[in-house]
């Protein structure tokens, strides 16, 4: 057995030569090359059952040059040398020497070997360092009992050993060599919140070799230095030889700098005689880990997840330069800081953090160069730091009160050349420059219509000419319905539009897919929402002259705020585009232009009415009149909705709507972001005698396009008003194929429909592989789901909100929402990751400057300021596993399996639930041990404790291109939802990705709120605990699934994906305490009958047998007086454990009267028991109530009868036991195939099991570095005629660690008939996690004692005692 794949937290980074990232996480060393955008270069195990927590590279070697005396004979001479650098890895108890190989020909980047055994000391490792003596390399070790070694790597053998007087327990070290062994310094941070520093060397006749005999173990070097003043024990430190600096992180949440002077070099003396403490830096929210130092800058990361940039000056005292964010919850564990380039007096270095997500984030920081300095020009540096995150007020000087702003720009990204627009109460428009504060210029003044109210907003085009330029095109609405668009390079010249008779409530722009033109929509009163369609034409040299052309108005459905607040234009689809739109009413509308009125709609003024009128029963329901035109009275005809999600974002509105890639974005101000689509339909042509239109003539579908909402995503705790979503560019360019720009200038709805009907019939993609792949005609894109995080508003601040890493990216303390705003830069396709706020605060324009550091990012740093080299899974522990099947390959296509082959780049496909209330979608590609998350879904309000997935057998049969599931998870609060995921493979990019669609969500307490006569039943217990879940059920349209509950019932749930809902069918309280675990069985007989067998376990350690064959069972009939049966009860019950059993895995194997079901199960008291069920099919019968439902006739076409079994056809035959299987409890049990089974435990192990003729035969085991495993998810497949290649995934909730495991295995024999079983005595344990179960039972006979004590002493010399 092996590790492929390991997810664990990183507890090593180190920088090397300014182009590599060295990172250890458990026993794996890794490394990444900064030089290009690859992503892990090179991988190793190298301290097997050790976590790597230091990696100390070596000076460089030489390749010898008549090994390539060959390759330059033959034209290869221009071609470098290899470069050999050594690398001495320690962590635990161990270290151990690697390779590493740069320069590489043939392609391969790095490489790394090992080049030593490893080397197993004592005492822990907490520190070490490179030293020559003698002309040999030899290493300084720093151990945990404050002592230090003298180590040959090569030979593995210790030269030398000093102790300290003080002989306390170090919680970390940092050993100081300058020149040689002699001159050596320890500085320990002790237990007792203590730094000592002490010279091992100071007296050679004190130190102790190693292997002399008469050495006086009681003479060693004493403490010559005691820093004193932290609160907690210390956790780094980190030395600055140039100034003599010692830094020190404590668990009190401060980190402290001391001036020590010069350590670890020849002289007399340990640095300063009298030390002192310099500065004090608190700013952490937790224990702080790590620290580093530089001439400028203290760098700190701690717990909180935080990684501080301080800024401190010789005069005292310490401020928050930078802080850099990007882990989940759990901390940061590993922290590096380059050295950097210097670069016209600034050096710009790499910042590195692993988190305790599996996470590697990585910033690029500039530091200025220390010099001697005046305290102005220091002052003024510490200014300029602070403005960076302080408000700017920009001093509007035009007359009035602004009202409204917009940003304009010139398409550089340039803050400094960017315009700001602000329209005032007395109808006026002035101009101001974002670098220049106090500098306004008015660019309009309206008449008297436009004072005391307005609305603003501009749209940025190009005027097609001989040198094309950008146009700003400005529209400003009054209360009388007037509206005045003009260029602002003319604002002299604009056009003036008419919006009704009443109010202008709001302005959208929306581009056109031809750059030159856009669309202005206004909502006027009534409900009509008028459009124009305004093209910037060019007039002269350098002028422009607009044209508007009308557009027939949208009516929004009758309701109280009735006003448009978003709008987006999507794909042309016949007889027209269509147009998504959001109001303030919280509905999404869908309106297609083109199509022929059968009636005006203008002004209703009989529905004016202060109540709203609701046009559907409930919020989110669709809402249509299949696209038809209601006669009204006076006005323009007006197109209706095609289809209406009637207050899906609550009563607050719609703040923003976008669409990216064939999928649209909604956001509200009910702190959702709503995930929607348009799906592709074929239009049905219906005319008299099946005729096909004619030229000309123009016919309405029958079924026309509809809103069909994926899922809804919610931001975080408190942060209910949501203003817009923004679109994050990926790491590659799209690969999506726009619009063509002759296309879509074709703008006329009207003609040309024979010609684009025909060509969308004849192009409709009617295959589900080709609508989840994305493959179609032009400019209809994939349809996959994008990275985007959410802007808005929480309390009085302004924030931007990622929701896959569950971080705010932004914090502007604007005062609320009830104003207006603008972000810089205007995202109008995808954001930058980086940006300033401009609003109106108590009259005046302010503005927040953007960071200085993300546009230094050396291009490859992320769009978010970072650059993140691996994302993190779950920020707290991981609780179950799941997974889907196989995508992608080596091959000349894609291939989809859920099984196991031989390729080598195909992508395993899991999800994950964690404590972090978080489901996390993976893509582990076990080849290269590449993790990439496909998505992260945060609908839980509690923890994960179970998941099952469901298959769809059309897209998982190999030579498919797509993995369809339909995925159940359920965890604590009684809490269950449902997702369709759609798995499908990028043929350019060569990865998988992923589309998440919300089916259902359930909640007991909430279901018993709408239940009728409620007060007389018993209200569920709001913290009910879902344990496990089994799929009963999955042969037809709906789903049934069986939930192990902690208020000691079983339920059965039925899922719809059509209705979008959960049905609870069936609930039993047998067990009378917590259900653990819960697993199906299903067999069939000769004839063809088919059993649906359920088992259960729970905390007393027995388990029952339920039959759930009748097809009333699974369809909700239990209570009806036709059905089979009441309320079914177990069949058969038996003891397994003496307390909670975790995991079930059931098998069956035929025999000649029946079958014989083998039930494996693993417990709290660790031991694993084997259970066989000897089962009697019933005799068919002719008459009376076992009668084969009509259904089942159907389904299967067989003319069977349907039976159920009996407590008389159901035997345990025997029962056999591994009392100690675990040294802990056995929370994991998973089958690989029949008679062969993998089990893990707390106690790190994993271990292999076969059936044999005594019982359960142990085959392997294997130490893991998932230290509290709670979760197993185990599948196989052929590999070989004599072999096969096993699979295992562990997830852990104490570590937040995944682990990919791979075992071989041989053919099992059939599993033989086991002894009867003896009775025992069933004993009740509590559930702990306690070794207390090594202490035998009284009850015990001598031959049972024995053997147990037998099991202990060899689980003891596995372990190493």
Known sequence: METVVLIAPITALEFFLEDYLLKGEGPILTVFSLRSRTRASASIAVLQHYRIHGVRPKYKHKQPQQNHEAEKEEGGSSATEPDLYDLAVFGGKGVRLVRLITQLHGGEPVRLEAHGPLIELRDWILDLCWLTQD?????????????????????????????????????????????????????GGTVFNQLVLWRPNRRAEEAVVVGEEGGDPERKAPVERRLLGHGGVIFSICYLRAKGWLASASDDRSVRVWGVGALGGPGPTCGDPDPTCLVVLYGHQARVFSVHLSPGKVYSAGEDGCCLVWDWSRGGGGKVAQTLKGHRAGGIRALAVSQGREEDGTRARWVATGGADGGVRLWRVEETKVEEEDDEEEEKEEVGMAATAALTDLKFSGRGTPKGVCVVEDGTANWARSKILACTDQGAVYQGCCAAAGQWDLLWQGDRAYQSYCVMEVLTVTVKGTTPRKAHLCAVGNLSGGIHVFDMSRPQCGLSLRGGDGKIHSLVWVEGHAPHAGYLLASGSHGLVHRWRVEARPDGDSGSVLIAEPRPPFALPPCAKRWLTSAVRLRKSPPG?????????????????????????????????????????????????????????????????????????????????CEHRGLLYSAGRDGCVRVFRVPPATPQWVLPGDRRPSAGEIVEPDGGPQLEVLRVQRACKGMEWLERVLILAPPEHSTAEPLGDEEEEEEEEGGGVEKEGWRHEQAAETKAE???????????????????????????????????????????????????????PPCKSLWPGYGALVFIKHGAVVATQPPREASTSAGVAGKTGACGLRE?????????????????????????????GSDEGHWEVLVTGGEDTSLTVLAVQPSSGTVQVLSVITDHISNIRTLVAVMDPACARPGKHSLSALLVSAGGRAQMQCYRLLIGWDEKRREPYCQVIQVASHRLDEQWEKRRNRHKTVKADPETRYMSIAVVNSDTATAVVALACSDGAIRLFSISEVKGQFDLLWESFYHQRCVLSVA?????????????????????????????????????????????????????????????????????????DGCLVTVASGGDDGQLTLSVVQVRYPEVQTGGGRVLSQEHHHHHHHHHQQLLLSQADLTLLSQSRVSLAHSAPVTALSLLCPGFLVSTSPDQRVRLWRVCSTGLRPTGALYSHVADAAGLAAWGGERGPGEGDEGWVKADPGRREARELRARRRPVPRMPRLPPLRPITSLSFTRSFTFSFFELPVHQTASCRAERVRHVMLLLRQMQY
Request: proline content about 5%; some cysteine.
């Open 872 to 900: 993190g899974v779950h920020g707290k522990g991981i609780g179950c596993v799941c997974r889907l099947g196989r995508v992608g390959g080596t091959g000349d296509g894609s291939q989809t399996t859920q099984g196991m």
């Open 135 to 187: 002309g040999r390399a030899l290493l300084g070790v720093a151990l945990a009992h404050n002592s230090v070694l003298l180590l040959d790597p090569h030979e593995g053998i210790p030269l030398a050993r000093c102790g300290c007087l003080d002989g306390c327990l170090l919680y970390s070290a940092l050993l100081l060599v300058e020149q040689s062994w002699n001159d050596s310094v320890l500085v």
């Open 770 to 824: 080709q609508e989840l792949t994305g493959r179609g005609k032009k400019g209809w894109h994939d349809g996959r789901e994008c990275r985007f995080v959410v802007a808005g508003f929480q309390a009085v601040n302004f924030v931007v909100w990622d929701p896959v890493r569950q971080e705010r990216l932004l914090t502007v303390p604007c005062g609320g929402g009830h104003r207006s705003w603008v972000l810089w």
């Open 577 to 657: 585009a269509l147009w998504v739109c959001g109001d303030r009413r919280g509905s999404l509308l869908l309106f297609q232009e083109g199509s022929r009125p059968r009636g005006g709609v203008g002004v209703d003024e009989e529905r004016e009415d202060p109540e709203e009128t609701n046009c559907c029963d409930e919020e989110g329901k669709e809402w249509s009149d299949g696209g038809g035109k209601k006669p009204a009275g006076k006005g323009d005809p007006a197109l209706q909705p095609l289809s209406c999600l009637f207050g899906v974002h609550g009563k607050q509105g719609v703040t923003s709507v």
């Open 1080 to 1152: 199906p069985c299903f067999l069939a007989d000769a004839t063809g009958n088919r059993y649906r067998l359920l088992l259960s376990a729970a905390t007393d350690g027995r388990i029952a047998l339920w039959d759930f064959t009748p097809t009333s069972l699974l369809a909700g009939n239990l209570n009806s007086k036709s059905g089979t049966s009441a309320r079914p009860s177990p069949c058969l019950t038996f003891p397994a454990h003496q307390s909670g059993v975790n995991s079930l895995a059931v098998w069956q194997e035929r025999t000649e």
